[in-house]
């Protein structure tokens, strides 16, 4: 699920950004920088939190999807065990409930996972909140046309560290983290 996390967020914060240097290239004059996800990912302290929250939620529904399948596991036995002893009404009802029993248990695990995207959605919301408000400061304050996300064996095959701006991301958007609303544009600039 971690990766999932990781290649939804990846994939929703496609302009990113990363380190300060004098970003001037092309012939027009065109600006651009680079963020690296995997040093996004691993250096950004909400985005820790986050995967990890997730991972803790998905820990609990799974435990509870053992514990119902376990249960419903051990009626099945039981009923093998009974049904040379009962009666054919008897051995219908029985059935009925245990299809019933497993019917449910498919509804809670089809929950379970409709629960866990949508946790998922909502993270990946939030983190790209934060990240757009990081990339508005520095593609303004970097006077900056494109901010790329790069990515190892992505679909950017070559990239000169001079235009890689995480570390300066990070510390942003870390330091925004610790001190919610207050300078977004301040924290930008004083590191």
Do not use: W
Not at 119 to 136: F, G, S
Not at 155 to 165: G, K, L
């Amino acid at each position: 699920m971690k990766k999932f996390f990781l290649a939804a967020l990846g994939l929703s914060i496609m302009a990113a950004c990363s380190q300060p240097t004098t970003v001037e290239n092309t012939a027009s004059g065109m600006r651009l920088a680079y963020v690296r996800i995997d040093s996004l990912q691993s250096q950004y302290h909400y985005f820790e939190e986050l995967a990890q929250e997730l991972i803790e939620e998905e820990k609990i529904l799974l435990k509870d999807l053992q514990r119902r399948q376990q249960t419903m596991q051990e009626n099945i036995a039981l009923y093998q065990q009974e049904a040379p002893k009962m009666s054919a009404r008897q051995r219908e009802a029985n059935e009925a409930d245990l299809m019933r029993v497993q019917q449910q248990y498919l509804e809670v695990e089809q929950a379970a996972q409709t629960q866990l995207i949508k946790k998922q959605q909502d993270l990946t919301k939030m983190m790209r909140e934060d990240m757009d408000k990081a990339i508005a400061v520095l593609k303004d304050e970097l006077n900056l046309d494109f901010i790329l996300l790069y990515e190892e064996g992505g679909q950017i095959i070559y990239a000169n560290t001079d235009f890689d701006i995480t570390e300066r991301m990070v510390k942003m958007l870390n330091k925004n983290r610790e001190t919610p609303l207050e300078g977004a544009v301040d924290s930008a600039k004083g590191e």
